[in-house]
């Protein structure tokens, strides 16, 4: 018994492989052919007239084509010469439609007509009559010269009235309920089983590489990435990057990542049938800059991101500028280490500035050392993000202050000048940060 393989197929440089979680169906159908009465549907199907035979479907009403016009086209289907795509599938779905609608029609071997000679009592030829789905009939073979002695078939499997037809081979082998199936059950197994199909994409092309940031769990790894280990004084190291990214697995939230993929991959459904199980995305090292063109982080240890084709550093006369760890420094030398860490993930200057003096009253020295302690080892290991997550909040929760009705005021985010808060709410911010920096 042949099995089924995975198949696989390139687009453009992109893969993507069809696998089904089972093959019940297939193995019906192999199994199908060998039935008699299938030979019958390919060889006896009722020709067309006045049409050239062609395997592709045809509405059923009205029209003398019967199974030979379509069978072959399904057997190429279901013994995979092809991909399975939803044209496939539409064909498997016509199919069993031209069943239904055949059933007790021309179409239906049932209801193919012979002739049966008619004899009087002293053997004599008087007429002849029709009957239907079989001619080797207990009458026919009582007259018959050449099938004299032969046993007749079973006489359920033809019948002298249209209106009530036999069930012969060919017409079981299409419309059994029992085992052996019938075509039509088998059919509708197939599409049950192809709607379960796994598909699995390799990514390799695509025009625009900001879309994998459309996709959550890309993003995420990407994201997770912006470390100090692999982003030195804001150059991104994207050859290790997409290194990393061809390694990893994904799948996909939803119908619209679904889509997004299929975009990507340049596959549509109407070429391969199936749901988006897991897809890999090995790409260059200038891709994986590109991807980032879409991420909304602009510094990573104090440095705009930057490196052959990214470039975040703001300009001034098109110069790119963008102050060092080092100029940073500098400027708050005076502050405490764990202070310094939070402008080196991305707090903004304007913010540490206003919390230095209650932080003074805050903080003693024991509890500065803790504090620094916790965001050393976060950096130590590569968590980064997470001292950057904290910078992101206390900002957060600053615009929040930030907000005067009735007074003017610069926001801090966009300039160094100090804009002071209330007392108040800087001291709930003080608050908030250490929190923050303890619970991290």
Known sequence: ???MKKKTKTKNGNTAEQELKSTTFFKEFQE???LEGVGFLLRHGIKSTKHKRRTGMETVEGSSRGHRDHLPKLIEIMDY???????????IRAYIKFIDAAKGKKADPARIPYHNNIYDKAGKLV???KVYGHWKTAEFVKYSKKYKGDAPVPDSWYSYNVNNLGTPPPHQVIYSEKSPKGLKYILEDALKELDDTDLKFEITRLSNPKELYRLSQVKQFLESQLTPALVKEGVINAKAIAGKLAGQKFGVTGE???AIVRRLSGFSEEEVAGDVEEFTVKVSSAVVERAYLASTKKKVGGFYLHGKVLDKRPRKEGVPVAKSWLDILKNISDYPHWMAMLVEYDLPMAIAKQLRPYMQNLVDRNKSIELSAKLSRLHQFSQGSKIGSISRKIEKLVMKYDRPKKRSGVHPIRTEDINLLTETQLEQVAKYTIHLIEQA
């Open 32 to 34: 199908w052919k060998e």
């Open 81 to 91: 010469d092809d991909f399975i795509g939803e044209t496939e599938l539409n064909y």
């Open 256 to 258: 619209a990542e679904e």
């Open 127 to 129: 007429g002849r009559k």
């Open 1 to 3: 018994m042949p099995k």
